[in-house]
């Protein structure tokens, strides 16, 4: 009776063995399925260096076709890419990751015309395209030209005193032209006093900062521009009088942006604002950091721009244009009218209290179907420039801008930032204190602990 009994036990102990066994089985493999269907990351680093950026994402979710990156490189070196490459396929079902070894099959290369080891080709429909690196910024830039079939070119107005871009000085605008590079915009100059027409491939118009007034058949040629369709980017400083470097009020350039609804006023924005003072910006520059829904904008919440020497503008509708506000100065701001000095008095009554609107995105309807004009005002010019344009959000602000004025939406995003340098760098004092705390201060701290301990045992 006993040992039956002890046989039903042994039986019941292994049923229950067998059955956790079993469960623990399914809900491997259960797992394994879903990890190889759904693969999850998360990124914890502080500038996510191991996440794809919001722009990319927005492009490769954004695919209405299949899209298959080709990766060429020797079988042994596939490792080299994979990575990278993976987190493309996770954004979307439509893309597709093929490895070819150049030795083992050339054919594929061959007709690729892939000279060196690690390049990727990026196809979508029957546009090919070659990465220019194997990087995010040249992947996601060879998906950008294969969608992108038409030249894009932004043409930047010179011969009044503007920022050029072929410049390296601080107030040129060459980070900015490679900037726009990147997102694969050609950049060029062209001088309207030479010849009084935008040149037809001229996606977008850049009006950068002009110290001298513009004659009327400048101005002329921009209105027949944007009002028969054209796009403009207009980025105005206020007419300062002292100093040697002085600003001509643009009566005639002003006047033309008038009567699409926005005025620049004559004043100058002083920003009290005690955040931008932490940051290191003097009351010269105005700090935002609240923005509204327009669509350049509208995905920069949390992200902060600086405006150096900037202006007010007062916005309104007109017969034919629209116009929206895009971010305001902060409550703390003011304006100043006094433009001919370097002294400001902050409790002159005369100072207009903020917030004021900084810069404002219009459109203009031309009458024709599918030719809407675009322009955007913003009255600063110097935070495009080489000195400011790297500060937090300026960059984004910039070609989200260009995005918009040349209808590409699908590329309004904020862009990945550059890696930070986390190295740690010590002098030579502190290389020494830190050898003699590792090598001598803690194995002595060990030692005399272990000697406490057997002290107070004996």
């Given at each position: 009776?006993?040992?039956?009994?002890?046989?039903?036990?042994?039986?019941?102990?292994?049923?229950?063995?067998?059955?956790?066994?079993?469960?623990?089985?399914?809900?491997?493999?259960?797992?394994?399925?879903?990890?190889?269907?759904?693969?999850?990351?998360?990124?914890?680093?502080?500038?996510?260096?191991?996440?794809?950026?919001?722009?990319?994402?927005?492009?490769?979710?954004?695919?209405?076709?299949?899209?298959?990156?080709?990766?060429?490189?020797?079988?042994?070196?596939?490792?080299?890419?994979?990575?990278?490459?993976?987190?493309?396929?996770?954004?979307?079902?439509?893309?597709?990751?093929?490895?070819?070894?150049?030795?083992?099959?050339?054919?594929?290369?061959?007709?690729?015309?892939?000279?060196?080891?690690?390049?990727?080709?990026?196809?979508?429909?029957?546009?090919?395209?070659?990465?220019?690196?194997?990087?995010?910024?040249?992947?996601?830039?060879?998906?950008?030209?294969?969608?992108?079939?038409?030249?894009?070119?932004?043409?930047?107005?010179?011969?009044?005193?503007?920022?050029?871009?072929?410049?390296?000085?601080?107030?040129?605008?060459?980070?900015?032209?490679?900037?726009?590079?990147?997102?694969?915009y050609e950049a060029k100059s062209i001088d309207l006093?030479?010849?009084?027409?935008?040149?037809?491939?001229?996606?977008?118009?850049?009006?950068?900062?002009?110290?001298?007034?513009?004659?009327?058949?400048?101005?002329?040629?921009?209105?027949?521009?944007?009002?028969?369709?054209?796009?403009?980017?207009?980025?105005?400083?206020?007419?300062?009088?002292?100093?040697?470097?002085?600003?001509?009020?643009?009566?005639?350039?002003?006047?033309?942006?008038?009567?699409?609804?926005?005025?620049?006023?004559k004043d100058l924005i002083l920003d009290l604002n005690?955040?931008?003072?932490?940051?290191?910006?003097?009351?010269?520059?105005?700090?935002?950091?609240?923005?509204?829904?327009?669509?350049?904008?509208?995905?920069?919440?949390?992200?902060?721009?600086?405006?150096?020497?900037?202006?007010?503008?007062?916005?309104?509708?007109?017969?034919?244009?629209?116009?929206?506000?895009?971010?305001?100065?902060?409550?703390?701001?003011?304006?100043?009218?006094?433009?001919?000095?370097?002294?400001?008095?902050?409790?002159?009554?005369?100072?207009?209290?903020?917030?004021?609107?900084?810069?404002?995105?219009?459109?203009?309807?031309?009458?024709?179907?599918?030719?809407?004009?675009?322009?955007?005002?913003?009255?600063?010019?110097?935070?495009?420039?080489?000195?400011?344009?790297?500060?937090?959000?300026?960059?984004?602000?910039?070609?989200?801008?260009?995005?918009?004025?040349?209808?590409?939406?699908?590329?309004?995003?904020?862009?990945?930032?550059?890696?930070?340098?986390?190295?740690?760098?010590?002098?030579?004092?502190?290389?020494?204190?830190?050898?003699?705390?590792?090598?001598?201060g803690l194995p002595l701290v060990v030692v005399l602990?272990?000697?406490?301990?057997?002290?107070?045992?004996?």
């Amino acid at each position: 009776m006993a040992s039956r009994w002890l046989k039903a036990r042994q039986t019941k102990y292994a049923a229950y063995a067998t059955l956790y066994i079993l469960v623990t089985i399914a809900i491997v493999v259960i797992v394994n399925i879903f990890a190889n269907r759904y693969d999850k990351s998360v990124d914890t680093t502080a500038n996510k260096r191991y996440s794809l950026s919001e722009q990319t994402s927005k492009i490769v979710k954004g695919l209405k076709q299949g899209a298959t990156i080709t990766y060429f490189n020797q079988s042994t070196r596939f490792r080299e890419g994979k990575d990278l490459l993976d987190e493309y396929a996770n954004l979307s079902p439509r893309i597709r990751i093929d490895y070819v070894d150049p030795d083992k099959d050339p054919q594929p290369a061959r007709e690729a015309g892939i000279r060196d080891y690690g390049t990727a080709v990026v196809q979508i429909g029957s546009r090919k395209e070659t990465a220019k690196s194997m990087t995010e910024e040249g992947i996601t830039g060879a998906f950008i030209r294969d969608l992108k079939s038409k030249t894009r070119t932004v043409c930047f107005v010179t011969g009044s005193g503007e920022h050029q871009i072929d410049s390296t000085d601080r107030d040129g605008l060459s980070q900015f032209k490679d900037l726009l590079a990147k997102d694969e915009y050609e950049a060029k100059s062209i001088d309207l006093l030479q010849k009084a027409e935008v040149p037809d491939d001229c996606t977008t118009l850049v009006v950068a900062g002009p110290t001298h007034d513009y004659q009327q058949p400048e101005v002329d040629a921009i209105k027949k521009y944007v009002e028969d369709g054209g796009r403009a980017f207009f980025l105005l400083d206020p007419p300062l009088q002292f100093g040697r470097d002085t600003v001509a009020s643009n009566d005639a350039l002003t006047g033309l942006l008038e009567s699409w609804g926005v005025t620049l006023d004559k004043d100058l924005i002083l920003d009290l604002n005690p955040i931008g003072q932490l940051v290191g910006l003097g009351p010269q520059v105005a700090l935002v950091t609240q923005y509204g829904s327009q669509p350049i904008v509208s995905q920069m919440k949390g992200t902060a721009v600086g405006l150096p020497l900037a202006r007010s503008l007062e916005i309104k509708d007109t017969g034919k244009a629209s116009v929206e506000k895009l971010f305001d100065s902060s409550n703390s701001s003011l304006a100043t009218n006094n433009l001919n000095s370097a002294s400001i008095n902050l409790n002159d009554p005369k100072n207009k209290k903020g917030p004021m609107t900084l810069a404002a995105g219009g459109t203009y309807d031309t009458g024709k179907p599918d030719s809407q004009g675009r322009f955007v005002v913003v009255g600063s010019s110097m935070w495009i420039a080489n000195r400011f344009i790297g500060f937090n959000g300026n960059s984004d602000l910039a070609l989200n801008t260009v995005n918009w004025l040349s209808s590409d939406e699908d590329l309004i995003s904020i862009r990945p930032k550059p890696q930070d340098d986390r190295r740690i760098t010590m002098t030579r004092a502190q290389m020494n204190t830190v050898r003699t705390t590792s090598q001598f201060g803690l194995p002595l701290v060990v030692v005399l602990a272990g000697i406490a301990v057997w002290w107070r045992r004996r």
